[in-house]
């Protein structure tokens, strides 16, 4: 939100899109061991902690589901009796489900990134699925008691600190009728909101001037009831007619935000030859280019945006996704595209993509790859983890000579990869992502039958352009705009950049 708080700090949240993870704490798998012998392709559904998917993958909305566990024996489980996240279901009396990270590690995460999140950041979490769940017994599952639910919120609460937004009374709040300036009022951010949405943490003395709101503060439509589904095209088109009833749906009330769950639905049968994390490959990518592809060709209306946007297995390259989230569903923006380029080579001026190489030094490990402005030129913006562990972020130059020859120093380092890349006449891509092969930052394209396509390593940088490529022709925007974001999309055969622009500015008067 920091970079682009000067145009959606006055908005109300109503107006916004909130990208995040589904299932946030399921990054790690706990339970009784005969369900970690059949159950984990069903129940992992990340791989980055909390903290992580905060600080690495832009995550600003947190799905927490915390429980109070009783294994059967103290034998019969790798965790004793405590608070944990949990993704369970209770099938015909017997417990389905695992548990992920604890609660003291929710915390502990929701510390670190507190300490390490711009003071314009804004972090929704949403608790649900509150429960007593005890192995072996018939029922599985309790509503926790009001001293489990106060020892949870306490906790929570204790470990965000001065980070916990609190209203200024518990008089009612709508939370789609805030700004992120009216939480960040007169306060120094990070700042979280947290809000219980199916009241399982309810009945305790705890309420909006303390840090806890409740569903009807927050209330919401979820797409996840209309789109179960583990396959991508039939989700695709389920979503889409949910997206497009939205604006006639008898639950679209007034003050009541749209959730969309983008992400596959399992069961025991379908994980049996797959797993979430498997479907995630074949969801994840999709998200961008359908939400750009509805944006632009007016399949939804208008006055369509998801205001919450959660998918399993969240990566730090899912800036792609986050990047149609944050700037693609907020209007006013404009997209602007390049011309479909038949030299390749073409006269390189305005915005193009900048090849020049970006070097992190030994010991560096990435944890994001984007693309930024500097100039006039897109230029690639990496985010890595120095050797002591520290954040740090290297941007690449402005490149006065694009084509790089032989005599090019850094071409052993990273550099952006343009070697085309060879998709089946018989798949079609659905995404694009980066990710670091050799030394060289190269187009990762995924496609609709869950294939990765990723380019060979270029040696000589000019090749044969045929197939798919990245499309270098300049991309002409007016004078009194700026870019706000880039991603890259497709159009016939061609991989192009996209540049998402802000407000135009008015004229200066002389």
Known sequence: ?????????????????????????????????????????????????????LVSCGARYLDVRICHYDPYSSISSDVPAGYYTAHWTNEAGTLWGLLGQSLEDVCTNLTSAAQNLAAQEIVCIELSHGAELVDGNNPPSAPLTTDQRSAILAQLFNALGDSLFKASSNTPVNFGSMTPENILANSNGPKFFVWDSDGTYGGTSYGPADGYFSDPNVPYYNSYWDTITHDLPTFLSKIEAVAQGWPTNPQNTPGKLFFLAWHATANLTTVVVSSLENYAAVFNPALAETTVNWQFNNIIPENVIPNFIAWDFMRSDDLVNLQACIDILQPPTVAFFPSNNDNYIGALQDY????????????????????????????????????????????????????????????????????????????????????????????????????????????????????????????????????????????ENQIIPVLVLGEPTAPQEN
Not at 419 to 428: G, H, P
């Open 1 to 53: 939100m920091t970079d682009t708080f000067g145009a959606i700090g006055g908005k109300p949240f109503s107006q916004l899109t909130i990208p995040g993870s589904h299932d946030s704490g399921m990054s790690e798998l706990h339970g009784s061991y005969a369900s970690l012998a059949i159950l984990p392709s069903l129940c992992k559904t990340q791989s980055l902690n909390i903290h992580d998917q």
């Open 352 to 491: 193009y993509p900048n090849a020049d190489p970006v070097i992190v030094p030994d010991g560096g490990v990435i944890t994001s790859i984007q693309i930024t402005n500097d100039s006039n030129q897109l230029v690639l913006q990496i985010k890595y983890n120095d050797a002591q562990n520290q954040p740090q972020t290297i941007t690449g130059q402005r490149s006065d000579n694009y084509i790089c020859n032989g005599n090019t120093p850094g071409l052993s380092t990273f550099y952006a990869n343009t070697n085309r890349v060879i998709v089946a006449e018989w798949d079609t891509l659905v995404g694009f992502g980066f990710q670091n092969s050799g030394n060289q930052i190269i187009l990762a394209p995924y496609s609709k039958r869950g294939y990765y396509y990723t380019p060979p390593n270029n040696s000589s940088y000019s090749q044969n352009l045929n197939k798919q490529y990245v499309n270098s022709n300049p991309v002409q925007v007016p004078s009194n705009v700026s870019p706000i974001g880039s991603f890259f999309s497709v159009r």
